[in-house]
Nanobody, 119 residues
Framework: QVQLVESGGGLVQPGGSLTLSCAAS????????MGWYRQAPGKQRELVAT???????NYADSVKGRFIISRDNAKNTAYLQMNSLKTEDTAVYYC?????????????WGQGTQVTVSS
């Protein structure tokens, strides 16, 4: 079965950095668009960044210039490098794998990893 396992979350001070990892198994990783989403307490889940199978990146305006999404197809792993972290970046971060072909969509999610930005 498909598994996405996030790691790398934790507590960091404002202005600090963290790198999240998403290890995927049970799917052909290279053909999926990988994404990072986050959900803060009391808020809806929101897009953070995505990277397509060809390496095209897309970012939420709130993280542009601070976060970098990447992927290593040889390791079946996606990453989210987070720099200049702000308290408002505090959330549970989720990894996703998404693929659409004609009328069929495959969509998988990890269990999430907590990121807390606080002094």
């Amino acid at each position: 079965q498909v598994q996405l396992v996030e790691s790398g979350g934790g507590l960091v001070q404002p202005g600090g950095s963290l790198t999240l990892s998403c290890a995927a198994s049970g799917l052909i990783f290279s053909i999926y668009t990988m994404g990072w989403y986050r959900q803060a307490p009391g808020k809806q889940r929101e897009l953070v960044a995505t990277i397509t199978r060809t390496g095209s990146e897309n970012y939420a305006d709130s993280v542009k210039g601070r976060f970098i999404i990447s992927r290593d197809n040889a390791k079946n792993t996606a990453y989210l490098q987070m720099n200049s972290l702000k308290t408002e970046d505090t959330a549970v971060y989720y990894c996703s794998a998404d693929r659409s072909l004609y009328n069929t969509r495959w969509d998988y999610w990890g269990q999430g990893t907590q990121v807390t930005v606080s002094s």
